[in-house]
């Protein structure tokens, strides 16, 4: 599969700081998706890119899918403690048995209060 | 409105003992269905996806065996559980037939093998 490359891998903030992490490939995608999990849960969905260019916000989040469609960035602005997780991208690829998503490491965050 | 069970939520399981990890779907028919593993917190690892009942590919050479013997059920197997096989288990769906759907995961399994 694929390999995405996410950075950085950890990040420590202060409460209210903004925050910035992005994935890049070696090659084209045509969604990237940005996953939020919460200590012993399941990652959930905060963000789908559909399109080269696109700008897309979910309350404090914002996501960006690159023009070249090889990598995408998540931004966090005014962190609060909440905001705490790991953070994953994804993309989708097809392959002859079906489609499966590929996610980066992930980016670990903690926010001091 | 679809939802996502896995149970058990945590087990501790003694090397060498047999495993067997539950997931079922609701709200939706002819799931793509997922099976990841996480270790130490950190990457997903894909283990087994099925697009449709008793069919599975395998990522990953592994003592685990995967089965789907309901369009909505997906179950993760293992005759003899080695010590490496202790992660957090998650199991995920995504529309079937169609490609770059969301894919929605379970709240996962906490396996202990010690």
């Known amino acids: 599969g694929q390999q995405l490359n996410q950075s950085p891998q950890s990040m420590f903030i202060q409460e209210g700081e903004d925050v910035s992490m992005n994935c890049t490939s070696s090659s084209i995608f045509n969604t990237w998706l940005w996953y939020k999990q919460d200590p012993g849960e399941g990652p959930v969905l905060l963000i789908a890119l559909y399109k080269a260019g696109e700008l897309t916000s979910n309350g404090r989040l914002t996501a960006q899918f690159g023009i070249t469609r090889k990598d995408s960035f998540l931004n966090i602005s005014a962190s609060i403690p909440s905001d705490v997780g790991i953070y994953f991208c994804?993309?989708?690829?097809?392959?002859?048995?079906?489609?499966?998503?590929?996610f980066g490491e992930g980016t670990q965050l903690t926010v001091n209060p | 409105s679809q939802t996502i069970h896995q149970w058990p939520a945590t087990l501790v399981q003694p090397v060498g003992s047999p495993l067997s990890l539950e997931c079922t779907v609701e709200?939706?028919?002819?799931?793509?269905l997922y099976w990841y593993r996480q270790a130490a917190g950190r990457g997903l690892q894909l283990l087994f996806y099925s697009v449709g009942i008793g069919q599975i590919s395998s990522e990953v050479p592994q003592n685990l065996s995967a089965s789907r013997p309901q369009d909505r059920q997906f179950i993760l197997s293992s005759k003899k559980l080695l010590l490496s096989d202790s992660g957090f288990y998650l199991c995920?769906?995504?529309?079937?037939?169609?490609?770059?759907?969301?894919?929605?995961f379970g709240p996962g399994t906490r396996l202990l093998v010690l």
């Open positions: 995920a769906w995504s529309a079937g037939r169609v490609t770059e759907e969301t894919q929605y």
């Open positions: 709200g939706t028919s002819n799931p793509n």
């Open positions: 994804a993309v989708w690829e097809e392959e002859t048995s079906g489609s499966r998503l590929t």
